[in-house]
């Protein structure tokens, strides 16, 4: 019988590989144009809170100046295009997309971001997204239930990120990288919602974000059928080999 050296057994695995790329690739990206290089919010819903001031919104943008209020940011995390947010008076607004999961999966968030607060001080006020009433600075970021509202700050939330503004404020700011085990908040599987939003009602405030990310671990006995298939199919192929 044909003697088998290591190099041709390594040889048939790299094969298998790459007729099955996907055994290597077993998490999956269940977002919608997360870095959105549509140059658009396909995939995403925006809203904004009744009364924020008119032209106030969400933009997908490339550069380094926002559209409304000319402030400047570091622009894209990567690619062209990123979203942030721009006014000119007070407002709050939402940018949100869902997602849905089944029961007993690993599931990863991560995304890039920035919170200029062009204000002296970030202030969260009591009242949530409201800009109405007293001072409300900041930003936040949320998993939502999947019936939550875009401005649902109670029991609409089912875990907060972020709560805040990058310090010290009134500068241009780089993104942070942000990645979470989302998990525990999402094991009984369903639909749910990510939201990125902000309140303004003091001065200038540019919540930028790029590459967000819901990465999707298939359950442990989906991941062990697709390694044994391909040991077996790696095995079947080392037995050919072996033919005289």
Not at 119 to 133: D, H, I, K, S
Not at 188 to 198: D, K, L, N, Y
Request: some cysteine.
């Amino acid at each position: 019988m044909k003697e088998v050296h290591r190099c041709e057994c390594l040889s048939v695995v790299s094969r298998c590989l790459r007729c099955f790329p996907s055994a290597l690739c077993f998490a999956a990206q269940i977002l919608i144009n997360g870095g959105f290089e549509t140059g658009t919010f396909a995939g995403w819903t925006v809203a904004n809170e009744a009364g924020s001031f008119p032209g106030s919104n969400w933009f997908v943008v490339s550069g380094t100046t926002t559209p409304q209020s000319g402030m400047s940011t570091v622009g894209a995390a990567g690619g062209l295009f990123y979203a942030v947010t721009d006014q000119g008076g007070p407002g709050a607004h939402s940018l949100l997309q869902s997602f849905t999961v089944g029961a007993g999966n690993s599931v990863v968030f991560s995304f890039d971001m920035f919170a200029n607060n062009w204000n002296a001080v970030t202030v969260v006020g009591p009242q949530g997204l409201n800009f109405n009433g007293a001072a409300n600075q900041h930003a936040r970021v949320d998993l939502l239930t999947g019936s939550a509202n875009a401005f649902d700050t109670g029991a609409g939330v089912i875990h907060n990120f972020f709560l805040g503004a990058d310090a010290p404020n009134a500068i241009v700011h780089a993104y942070t990288h942000y990645s979470f085990d989302i998990s525990s908040f999402v094991a009984a599987g369903g639909t749910f919602q990510i939201r990125f939003a902000e309140v303004d009602n003091q001065f200038f405030f540019n919540q930028g974000i790029d590459n967000v990310v819901v990465n999707l671990f298939p359950e442990p006995s989906t991941l062990t059928v697709t390694v044994g298939g391909l040991l077996l199919l790696a095995g079947g192929a080392f037995r050919w080999k072996q033919q005289p």
